[in-house]
T-cell receptor, first 108, second 112 residues
Framework: TQLLEQSPQFLSIQEGENLTVYCNSS?????LQWYRQEPGEGPVLLVT???GGEVKKLKRLTFQFGDARKDSSLHITAAQPGDTGLYLC????????WGLGTSLAVNP | SQTIHQWPATLVQPVGSPLSLECTVE??????LYWYRQAAGRGLQLLFY??????ISSEVPQNLSASRPQDRQFILSSKKLLLSDSGFYLC???????????FGQGTRLTVV
């Protein structure tokens, strides 16, 4: 069974702090995606990473794909209350393997 | 542009009653379609996926079934709901060979 482990499961921080969320697996993925989901809504795609070692930036969010394409991280700089939500990573290995998510709360 | 519609948004049903959730996609043809269930604040569990009309693959044996009567219509059903069927149900689509999933707004199902 392929697993994608996300850590931490829950994170509560103050506005302005930095944070990093991790996504790890023993499986190699052809690509990996990060989604953000707000309560009561469907997940929305943030980024897709494809190449080992790839780094992508989306404003204050920095995504990195591990060299071996087994893991990924999401770093948020100067978090804002609008960043609050559930962050999900999804690995693509002919099937989509979903992590359980990191629930982030940014307090004003 | 493509859109996905899922309804109803919320549903409260008694144990033993039937269920029908509908999802339609506009602006694309021959998509892959998915039904997911999500426990509160946690990850997604794939229930069913379909690569074409009448083609349904089940990931988890359970009380639910799915059908795809038309290219862009995906229906999740149950003949008799259980309490454990409560949850947040999400419909999604991807292009053939694509990895980006586009989700509906979800249905909050409460079985009482």
């Amino acid at each position: 069974t392929q697993l994608l482990e996300q850590s931490p499961q829950f994170l509560s921080i103050q506005e302005g702090e930095n944070l990093t969320v991790y996504c790890n697996s023993s499986s190699v993925f052809s690509s990996l995606q990060w989604y953000r989901q707000e309560p009561g809504e469907g997940p929305v795609l943030l980024v897709t990473v494809v190449t080992g070692g790839e780094v992508k930036k989306l404003k204050r969010l920095t995504f990195q794909f591990g060299d071996a394409r087994k893991d990924s991280s999401l770093h948020i700089t100067a978090a804002q209350p609008g960043d609050t939500g559930l962050y999900l990573c999804v690995g693509n290995n002919r099937k989509l393997i979903w992590g359980l998510g990191t629930s982030l709360a940014v307090n004003p | 542009s493509q859109t996905i519609h899922q309804w109803p948004a919320t549903l409260v049903q008694p144990v033993g009653s039937p269920l029908s959730l509908e999802c339609t996609v506009e602006g694309t043809s021959n998509p892959n379609l998915y039904w997911y269930r999500q426990a509160a604040g946690r990850g997604l569990q794939l229930l069913f996926y379909s690569v074409g009309i009448g083609q349904i693959s089940s990931e988890v044996p359970q009380n639910l079934s799915a059908s795809r009567p038309q290219d862009r219509q995906f229906i999740l059903s149950s003949k008799k709901l259980l309490l454990s069927d409560s949850g947040f149900y999400l419909c999604a689509w991807t292009l053939k060979g694509g990895t980006e999933a586009f989700f509906g707004q979800g249905t909050r199902l409460t079985v009482v």
